[in-house]
């Protein structure tokens, strides 16, 4: 998966918990991402990172925060995890000036009970 | 045809028979097209990518055909394998990777 690690690969935790969901990267990609997949709603992008301590938000960011202090290393984390934030998670790179095209990791199953 | 984040259709076919997936875009402004398989289990995979210059693009056993007087993409699996089986999704971006929208796929099967 382009060199892409996420961790851990499955989870389950409880509501009102905080929750850190890891991407590693080896390829020196400068942009990276997270999404979630949910059934009726496909890939949803939550942050995006174009650079160490550069970050955005995306479509669906509410109760997600991110941070990038290494160029290989994207954290989401949930801050107090919820029943609907129940998802498959997945990081990706790619992207940059003319380069649209994502490299996604493998994901992340979370269960939030 | 299917639009960008609507329902999950499924397409079976013969092992060995040409598939044909199909998607169709709303933003008449988007000039990137992607098309991701992802099998069960995993992260989506990127199989061919055409930008709205084009209108057809090949690739190994895949072409994909752009027409975008009607807004619509199309993805061409020609001799479809038993490992073609996944579910197949386009994406659509006109201002980068950050605004890529994805749908929701198609469900390929393949019979024996």
Redesign the interface.
Known sequence: DAGITQSPRHKVTETGTPVTLRCHQTENHRYMYWYRQDPGHGLRLIHYSYGVKDTDKGEVSDGYSVSRSKTEDFLLTLESATSSQTSVYFCAIGGGTREEKLFFGSGTQLSVL | GES??LH?PTLSVQEGDNSIINCAYSNSASD?F?WYKQES??????II?IRSNMDKRQGQRVTVLLNKTVKHLSLQIAATQPGDSAVY?C?E?FQ???K?V????TRLTINP
């Open positions: 960008v984040g999950l990137y992607i289990g995993k992260g989506p995979q990127f990518d999704f994406a971006t980068g990777a950050q890529l994805f749908g929701q796929g």
